[in-house]
């Protein structure tokens, strides 16, 4: 399985970017995904997420700290999941990685604890080699 992650790059601070997440041996719209950013010197931190549309709801969850920014997506007939992020901070600079699960959670499991879902949402999930953001003027 290998997921393959595109769309980064520099970006002035209220600027957007698209990333995508495609993989080439497994139909997408089985799996929920996840986008995860890590910056230097910072713990991996869950942004997003998109429950799978096969078998499961589609529903979409965010962290409160890029909520009403980023919009995660699911384009099936591409077999890609895109995160739109606008509005962008500096300290959205990170490496931004995609995760995969075949596991669809509930809408309710990430209502107490947005992080804790999403790092048992894919402790046992598929990972892409990330792709490096950076916003900066």
């Known amino acids: 399985v290998q997921l393959v992650e595109s769309g980064g790059g520099l970006v002035q601070p209220g600027g957007s970017l698209t990333l995508s997440c495609a993989a080439e041996?497994?139909?997408?719209?089985?799996?929920?995904i996840g986008w995860f950013r890590q910056a230097p010197g910072k713990e991996r931190e869950g942004v997003a997420y998109?429950?799978?549309?096969?078998?499961?709801?589609?529903?979409?969850m965010y962290s409160d700290s890029v909520k009403g920014r980023f919009t995660i997506s699911r384009d099936v007939a591409k077999n890609t999941v895109y995160l739109q992020m606008n509005s962008l901070e500096v300290d959205d600079t990170a490496v931004y990685t995609c995760?995969?699960?075949?596991?669809?959670?509930?809408?309710?499991?990430?209502?107490?604890?947005?992080?804790?879902?999403?790092?048992?949402?894919?402790?046992?999930?598929?990972w892409g080699q990330g792709t490096q953001v950076t916003v900066s003027s």
């Open positions: 995760a995969a699960d075949m596991a669809a959670f509930r809408r309710s499991s990430f209502s107490e604890d947005f992080q804790a879902a999403m790092t048992r949402a894919f402790v046992a999930g598929h």
């Open positions: 041996n497994l139909r997408l719209s089985y799996w929920s």
């Open positions: 998109i429950n799978r549309s096969d078998g499961g709801t589609g529903a979409t």
